[in-house]
């Protein structure tokens, strides 16, 4: 029987399982290349930089589709297993508490926010830049990042349990990540703690949006006992939901939001 940390990974098609197959495909691509490259003495070695996302803009505007592409290329072997792993971890607790759907949208804004903030500091921050050359922005952690900073604000409080150290809450595991992207912002790969900071402070933002489930509602009389019925059978109908996956898959699949709402129910009829 598999862990339950590994339940997501295994379970199927999924567009978790896709991101990561396709993060490393696409190292393995580059390092292939690159390799063939020194051994035949070809000048295709630095071909990945056409899919990077550059620091010049006179090199982005001809090569657009890097804003996006960046996110899956590594050059490096110890920053590519680092990303890995904080992909997959960060990515499972993600989903322990949030829906597969939400995650990948926020990957996208997550991988666009960084590279837009990358961009722009070399444009009006070019002093971080000042002891490199030829910068390119290239990983994935910009992607991760934003499922930090959401889960920060949203599920602070909670605990994950991790190796060495035990239970830690999911904010002070943001707390770090903020003060060590801060601290080596004006050192070596400014562009990617910029891209981290800027991609986490999305996160954070997204995190603090409240749904307004009323829209438009007519003012008239009879308004309120619409709205409470709605509302009535909208609740029972999410609780059935609920308890068809507790019967199909177990207590431990629900979302941290979905357990509150079983719990809300039960002290409610305990009352009663």
């Known amino acids: 029987m598999l862990p339950q940390n590994l339940k997501y990974f295994f379970r199927g098609n999924s567009s978790f399982e896709r991101l990561i197959a396709s993060v490393v495909i696409a190292t393995a691509i580059i390092w292939v290349f690159y390799f063939l490259a020194l051994l035949f ?6 071909w990945w930089r056409y899919f990077a996302l550059p620091g010049s803009w006179q ?4 090569q657009p589709w890097s804003l996006v592409t960046y996110a899956w290329i590594h050059t490096g072997l110890i920053g590519f297993f680092i990303n890995l792993l904080l992909l997959y971890y ?3 607790i993600f989903l ?4 597969e759907k939400k995650m990948m949208s926020l990957f996208a804004v997550g991988i666009l926010t960084g590279a837009m903030a990358f961009l722009l500091s070399i444009k009006y921050l070019p002093f971080f830049y000042k002891d490199e050359t ?3 922005l290239t990983g994935i952690s910009a992607g991760y990042m934003i499922w930090l900073a959401y889960l920060g604000r949203k599920y602070g409080d909670y605990s994950v349990t991790l190796r060495l150290m035990g239970d830690v809450k999911i904010k002070h595991i943001f707390l770090f990540f903020i003060v060590l992207d801060l601290l080596l912002l004006n050192t070596a790969n400014s562009g990617g703690h910029i891209a981290h900071l800027a991609s986490m402070l999305a996160g954070w933002l997204l995190a603090g949006k409240k749904r307004r489930i009323f829209s438009s509602e007519k003012k008239t009389g009879s308004s309120h006992h619409k709205i409470y019925d709605n509302l009535k059978t909208s609740s029972e109908k999410r609780l059935d939901k609920i308890l068809d996956k507790i019967n199909r898959s177990g207590f ?3 979302t941290a939001e979905e357990k509150e709402i079983l719990y809300r129910e039960s002290e409610r009829n305990s009352r009663n």
């Open 41 to 46: 003495d070809l000048p295709t070695g630095h």
């Open 59 to 62: 090199i982005f505007i001809k």
């Open 90 to 92: 960060l990515g499972n």
């Open 96 to 99: 322990t508490y949030e829906d």
């Open 134 to 136: 030829n910068v390119y």
């Open 252 to 254: 431990e699949s629900l």
